[in-house]
Protein backbone atom coordinates (compact mmCIF):
# COMPACT_ATOMS: atom_id res chain seq x y z
CA UNK A 1 0.00 0.00 0.00
CA UNK A 2 1.59 3.39 -0.99
CA UNK A 3 2.29 5.83 1.69
CA UNK A 4 1.05 9.66 0.96
CA UNK A 5 2.97 12.39 2.68
CA UNK A 6 0.77 14.13 5.82
CA UNK A 7 0.11 16.87 3.57
CA UNK A 8 -1.35 15.00 0.79
CA UNK A 9 -3.61 13.91 3.27
CA UNK A 10 -4.41 16.80 4.68
CA UNK A 11 -5.40 17.78 0.73
CA UNK A 12 -7.46 15.00 0.58
CA UNK A 13 -9.54 15.17 3.52
CA UNK A 14 -10.11 19.60 2.60
CA UNK A 15 -10.97 18.58 -1.00
CA UNK A 16 -14.06 15.79 0.38
CA UNK A 17 -15.23 17.86 3.05
CA UNK A 18 -15.50 20.68 0.15
CA UNK A 19 -17.52 18.60 -2.00
CA UNK A 20 -20.11 17.15 1.08
CA UNK A 21 -20.92 20.61 2.16
CA UNK A 22 -23.10 21.73 -0.97
CA UNK A 23 -24.73 18.61 -0.04
CA UNK A 24 -25.55 19.53 3.75
CA UNK A 25 -29.10 20.65 4.26
CA UNK A 26 -29.16 24.20 6.16
CA UNK A 27 -31.32 23.83 9.88
CA UNK A 28 -34.81 24.49 9.67
CA UNK A 29 -35.91 27.33 11.29
CA UNK A 30 -39.50 27.78 13.08
CA UNK A 31 -40.72 30.85 13.78
CA UNK A 32 -42.76 30.88 17.24
CA UNK A 33 -46.11 33.33 17.88
CA UNK A 34 -48.32 33.52 20.95
CA UNK A 35 -51.35 34.11 21.66
CA UNK A 36 -52.45 37.65 23.16
CA UNK A 37 -55.65 39.49 24.48
CA UNK A 38 -54.77 42.30 26.72
CA UNK A 39 -57.21 44.97 28.77
CA UNK A 40 -56.93 47.54 30.67
CA UNK A 41 -56.90 46.50 34.30
CA UNK A 42 -59.76 47.82 37.00
CA UNK A 43 -59.51 47.98 40.22
CA UNK A 44 -61.23 44.71 42.13
CA UNK A 45 -64.71 45.17 43.26
CA UNK A 46 -65.68 45.67 47.51
CA UNK A 47 -66.14 41.46 48.29
CA UNK A 48 -64.87 40.14 45.20
CA UNK A 49 -63.92 36.48 45.47
CA UNK A 50 -61.09 34.58 44.32
CA UNK A 51 -61.50 32.48 40.79
CA UNK A 52 -58.68 29.88 40.47
CA UNK A 53 -58.53 28.78 36.35
CA UNK A 54 -57.61 24.96 35.77
CA UNK A 55 -55.38 23.77 33.26
CA UNK A 56 -57.18 23.64 30.08
CA UNK A 57 -57.63 21.14 27.49
CA UNK A 58 -57.75 20.78 23.57
CA UNK A 59 -59.98 19.03 21.24
CA UNK A 60 -57.76 16.10 19.21
CA UNK A 61 -55.82 17.88 16.95
CA UNK A 62 -55.24 20.71 18.34
CA UNK A 63 -52.87 19.78 20.78
CA UNK A 64 -50.20 20.05 19.12
CA UNK A 65 -48.37 23.76 18.55
CA UNK A 66 -48.27 23.72 14.38
CA UNK A 67 -50.43 26.02 13.34
CA UNK A 68 -53.45 24.61 11.43
CA UNK A 69 -54.85 25.90 8.02
CA UNK A 70 -58.21 24.42 6.08
CA UNK A 71 -57.43 23.15 2.77
CA UNK A 72 -61.23 22.37 1.90
CA UNK A 73 -64.59 20.74 4.03
CA UNK A 74 -62.89 18.32 6.72
CA UNK A 75 -59.46 18.53 5.35
CA UNK A 76 -56.67 20.45 7.28
CA UNK A 77 -52.74 20.59 6.92
CA UNK A 78 -50.07 21.81 9.95
CA UNK A 79 -47.59 23.99 9.14
CA UNK A 80 -44.33 22.74 10.36
CA UNK A 81 -42.04 26.01 10.31
CA UNK A 82 -44.73 28.10 11.73
CA UNK A 83 -45.85 27.12 15.27
CA UNK A 84 -47.25 28.68 18.53
CA UNK A 85 -44.46 29.32 21.29
CA UNK A 86 -46.46 26.92 23.70
CA UNK A 87 -49.61 25.18 23.70
CA UNK A 88 -52.33 26.72 22.35
CA UNK A 89 -55.20 25.77 25.38
CA UNK A 90 -52.37 26.55 27.56
CA UNK A 91 -52.04 30.06 25.97
CA UNK A 92 -55.59 30.54 26.28
CA UNK A 93 -55.98 29.58 29.88
CA UNK A 94 -53.45 31.63 30.78
CA UNK A 95 -54.94 34.85 28.44
CA UNK A 96 -58.40 34.01 30.08
CA UNK A 97 -57.05 34.11 33.63
CA UNK A 98 -55.12 37.09 33.17
CA UNK A 99 -58.03 38.85 31.38
CA UNK A 100 -60.44 38.19 34.20
CA UNK A 101 -57.46 39.14 36.77
CA UNK A 102 -57.67 42.46 35.12
CA UNK A 103 -61.16 42.31 34.42
CA UNK A 104 -62.73 43.65 38.52
CA UNK A 105 -64.89 40.78 38.85
CA UNK A 106 -62.82 39.09 41.08
CA UNK A 107 -60.31 39.95 43.93
CA UNK A 108 -58.07 37.93 42.42
CA UNK A 109 -57.73 35.22 39.57
CA UNK A 110 -55.18 32.49 39.87
CA UNK A 111 -54.07 29.30 38.69
CA UNK A 112 -54.99 26.06 40.08
CA UNK A 113 -51.83 25.32 41.97
CA UNK A 114 -52.42 28.21 44.21
CA UNK A 115 -52.97 28.16 47.71
CA UNK A 116 -55.24 31.04 47.77
CA UNK A 117 -58.82 30.13 48.43
CA UNK A 118 -60.93 30.43 45.54
CA UNK A 119 -64.33 30.53 45.48
CA UNK A 120 -64.52 29.83 41.68
CA UNK A 121 -63.39 27.42 39.40
CA UNK A 122 -62.85 28.06 35.84
CA UNK A 123 -62.42 25.34 33.39
CA UNK A 124 -62.24 25.56 29.75
CA UNK A 125 -61.67 23.88 26.04
CA UNK A 126 -60.03 24.73 22.96
CA UNK A 127 -61.92 23.32 20.34
CA UNK A 128 -61.23 24.99 17.08
CA UNK A 129 -58.11 27.24 16.10
CA UNK A 130 -57.50 27.46 12.49
CA UNK A 131 -57.41 29.55 9.42
CA UNK A 132 -59.48 28.53 6.26
CA UNK A 133 -60.22 30.51 3.19
CA UNK A 134 -64.20 30.58 2.72
CA UNK A 135 -66.08 32.92 0.10
CA UNK A 136 -62.55 33.85 -1.29
CA UNK A 137 -61.55 35.77 1.88
CA UNK A 138 -58.63 34.41 4.66
CA UNK A 139 -60.29 34.43 7.95
CA UNK A 140 -59.15 33.23 11.66
CA UNK A 141 -61.55 30.86 13.55
CA UNK A 142 -61.11 30.44 17.49
CA UNK A 143 -63.66 28.35 19.13
CA UNK A 144 -63.72 27.73 22.83
CA UNK A 145 -65.67 26.34 25.71
CA UNK A 146 -65.90 27.73 29.48
CA UNK A 147 -67.37 26.30 32.60
CA UNK A 148 -67.55 28.26 35.93
CA UNK A 149 -68.33 26.03 39.07
CA UNK A 150 -68.87 27.14 42.82
CA UNK A 151 -66.19 25.10 44.49
CA UNK A 152 -68.01 25.74 48.12
CA UNK A 153 -71.18 24.78 47.20
CA UNK A 154 -72.44 21.21 48.20
CA UNK A 155 -72.07 19.10 45.05
CA UNK A 156 -70.15 21.60 42.90
CA UNK A 157 -72.77 23.08 40.78
CA UNK A 158 -72.09 24.45 37.42
CA UNK A 159 -73.18 28.06 37.30
CA UNK A 160 -72.28 28.76 33.46
CA UNK A 161 -71.36 26.77 30.62
CA UNK A 162 -71.19 28.30 26.99
CA UNK A 163 -69.33 27.63 23.81
CA UNK A 164 -68.11 30.93 22.35
CA UNK A 165 -67.01 30.95 18.37
CA UNK A 166 -65.11 33.91 16.95
CA UNK A 167 -64.07 34.44 13.05
CA UNK A 168 -61.78 37.26 11.95
CA UNK A 169 -61.36 37.66 8.32
CA UNK A 170 -57.50 38.32 8.01
CA UNK A 171 -55.22 40.13 5.36
CA UNK A 172 -53.77 36.80 3.64
CA UNK A 173 -53.54 32.88 4.05
CA UNK A 174 -49.90 33.99 6.08
CA UNK A 175 -49.25 32.47 9.67
CA UNK A 176 -48.50 35.97 10.82
CA UNK A 177 -51.81 37.10 9.59
CA UNK A 178 -53.36 34.39 10.88
CA UNK A 179 -52.17 34.90 14.03
CA UNK A 180 -53.14 38.17 14.21
CA UNK A 181 -56.76 37.50 13.31
CA UNK A 182 -57.02 35.09 16.29
CA UNK A 183 -55.70 37.16 18.82
CA UNK A 184 -58.45 40.30 17.58
CA UNK A 185 -61.10 36.91 18.15
CA UNK A 186 -59.78 35.87 21.50
CA UNK A 187 -59.83 39.60 23.11
CA UNK A 188 -63.76 39.42 21.56
CA UNK A 189 -64.12 35.73 23.16
CA UNK A 190 -62.39 37.05 26.59
CA UNK A 191 -64.91 40.06 26.93
CA UNK A 192 -67.74 38.19 25.90
CA UNK A 193 -67.42 35.57 28.81
CA UNK A 194 -66.35 38.56 31.56
CA UNK A 195 -70.00 40.06 30.16
CA UNK A 196 -71.25 36.62 30.81
CA UNK A 197 -69.81 36.11 34.36
CA UNK A 198 -70.48 39.76 35.80
CA UNK A 199 -73.97 39.21 37.50
CA UNK A 200 -73.26 35.66 38.38
CA UNK A 201 -70.32 36.66 40.20
CA UNK A 202 -70.09 40.32 41.24
CA UNK A 203 -71.33 40.70 44.82
CA UNK A 204 -74.86 42.33 45.96
CA UNK A 205 -75.07 45.60 46.86
CA UNK A 206 -74.79 46.11 50.93
CA UNK A 207 -78.59 46.05 51.93
CA UNK A 208 -78.47 49.98 52.94
CA UNK A 209 -80.22 50.52 56.33
CA UNK A 210 -83.67 53.04 56.04
CA UNK A 211 -83.03 56.29 57.42
CA UNK A 212 -83.86 57.50 60.62
CA UNK A 213 -87.09 59.55 60.52
CA UNK A 214 -86.19 62.87 60.82
CA UNK A 215 -88.01 65.02 64.16
CA UNK A 216 -89.00 68.45 64.35
CA UNK A 217 -87.43 70.37 67.10
CA UNK A 218 -89.61 71.16 69.72
CA UNK A 219 -91.06 74.70 69.58
CA UNK A 220 -91.10 76.64 72.46
CA UNK A 221 -94.08 77.97 74.82
CA UNK A 222 -95.29 81.12 73.83
CA UNK A 223 -94.86 83.57 76.67
CA UNK A 224 -97.76 84.83 78.21
Known amino acids: MPRYPR???????????????PLEKPPVEQRYYTLDATR??????????????RRFRASPGYEGR???????????RTDFYNVFFAAPAAMLGDEAREWLDRSGLFRAAVASTSQADARYALEGALTVVYGEKAGGVDRAVL???????DVRAANTPILFQRQ?????????GSATALVGGLNV??????????????????????PVAPAAPVRAPAGRAARR
Request: aromatic share 6%; with cysteine.
Open 7 to 21: WTLALLAAALAACSS
Open 164 to 172: YRQTRPVAD
Open 66 to 76: ELVFATAPGAF
Open 143 to 149: EAQFLLI
Open 40 to 53: EATPPAAGGEVLAV
Open 185 to 206: ALAAMLAELEADLAPIVRPAPL
